[in-house]
């Protein structure tokens, strides 16, 4: 069985669209891409322990075409993250398999869901979202994310694509660690845990 662990930046109010820069991501006449780079310092180090454990990456196909246009060729400090990007496989949710260059791709299509949870019940590393906010909307809705990793930056964006959509399942997580950088950014890293329970105070 393999664990599915969703990664993300967002903001204040939950977007998550273009943290890294003003041409990542514009669509929707989205104008503040590259919101995170003023908070970025020596402890803001984003999932460096997930990175190090063995994962391949689920990503939805813009997130895929933004990484292939980038980490083949990344900066000298970015190297190492680089490396493992090309070398690990790459579940890219498409309907046009046929565009898929970057190396150790592979197109999941059809029963998009069905897919993931046989990749899930499988033998293999964790599986690894990155970005990717409609294939995530999806995961949530389908109850298939076993671990939340979020870096809360402190922000107030107002538009953008969310990182939680309205027909995600209810769904209880615990708060395995947390850390706050110098410049207030919440790193959370949280479990899928049972049910929600209710009650009244």
Known sequence: MRRL????????????????GPE?????????GGWTAPFWDEETTPFDDVFRQSYDLLLGRKTYDIFAGYWPRPPNDQTPIGEAFN???KYVVTSSPDT?????????????????RALKEGDGPMLLTQGSSVLLHALLAHDLIDELRLMIFPVVLGRGKRWFGAGSHPSAFALERSHTSKTGVVTGVYRRNGDIQTGSF
Do not use: C, K, Y
Request: net charge negative; hydrophobic share 55%.
């Open 87 to 89: 070398r690990v496989t």
């Open 100 to 116: 898929l260059h970057w190396a150790n791709s592979v197109a999941i299509g059809g029963d998009v869901m069905a897919r993931i």
């Open 24 to 32: 990542e991501d514009p669509s929707e006449n989205f104008a503040l």
């Open 5 to 20: 662990v969703a990664a993300a930046f967002v903001s204040l109010d939950g977007v998550m669209q273009a943290p890294g």
